[in-house]
T-cell receptor, first 112, second 117 residues
Framework: QQPVQSPQAVILREGEDAVINCSSS?????VHWYRQKHGEAPVFLMI?????EQKGHDKISASFNEKKQQSSLYLTASQLSYSGTYFC?????????????FGKGTRLSVIA | GAVVSQHPSWVICKSGTSVKIECRSL??????MFWYRQFPKQSLMLMAT?????????EQGVEKDKFLINHASLTLSTLTVTSAHPEDSSFYIC?????????????FGPGTRLTVL
């Protein structure tokens, strides 16, 4: 079942922060975050595994609350390069052979 | 991270012709690869799961005879769009996950933009 992402779109000024949420109606084993720029393929950002994990990388971090079946992506002090569509991909059980189920995406626009 | 390549990156063809798109995992093996299509400003739509050495699994509504998938080796999957029509024009993206990598992610190829005239 497709996870629900919110918001659908957000516009930020450079330096502002944003949070993108990904919620599932099913229990999750892992959540994978990607960013896709216009005309390009999605680029992997980070994976969060079951266990209340949090991760960060530069000014982009994410958390995974398995009890709430949701994950959040945090973008701090946004830069123009952060613009793009962010997708979360989920899987309910550990498996290397089944595809991730992707949300519809959150379109992020960072303006000067 | 792991690298997935796709070829060609773009193709323009006439209606009625067939187009083959290759997807390779360059530095890992993948028993399973995934094919997606994406229309402008929309999400990734899974078309099929490609299985090395066996038949592909197609999603509901995807025509098996139109979108032929062959997973010839642990590093190569091909998608052939047969008798292409303008409505097949789209961005096709393949994805692969390292075999046995339950803690690894799906890596995407750069995509192939197909335009059917």
């Amino acid at each position: 079942q497709q996870p629900v992402q919110s918001p659908q779109a957000v516009i930020l000024r450079e330096g502002e922060d944003a949070v993108i949420n990904c919620s599932s109606s099913k229990a999750l084993y892992s959540v994978h975050w990607y960013r896709q720029k216009h005309g390009e393929a999605p680029v992997f950002l980070m994976i969060l595994l079951k266990g209340g994990e949090q991760k960060g990388h530069d000014k982009i971090s994410a958390s995974f609350n398995e009890k709430k079946q949701q994950s959040s992506l945090y973008l701090t002090a946004s830069q123009l390069s952060y613009s793009g569509t962010y997708f979360c991909g989920t899987e309910p059980i550990p498996s290397g052979n089944t595809p991730l189920v992707f949300g519809k995406g959150t379109r992020l626009s960072v303006i000067a | 991270g792991a690298v997935v390549s796709q070829h060609p990156s773009w193709v323009i063809c006439k209606s009625g012709t067939s187009v083959k798109i290759e997807c390779r995992s360059l530095d890992f093996q993948a028993t399973t690869m995934f094919w997606y299509r994406q229309f402008p400003k929309q999400s990734l739509m899974l078309m099929a799961t490609s299985n090395e050495g066996s038949k592909a699994t197609y999603e509901q509504g995807v025509e098996k005879d139109k979108f032929l998938i062959n997973h010839a080796s642990l590093t190569l999957s091909t998608l052939t769009v047969t008798s292409a029509h303008p409505e097949d024009s789209s961005f096709y993206i393949c994805s692969a996950r390292p075999s046995g990598g339950v803690t690894d992610t799906q890596y995407f190829g750069p995509g192939t933009r197909l335009t059917v005239l």
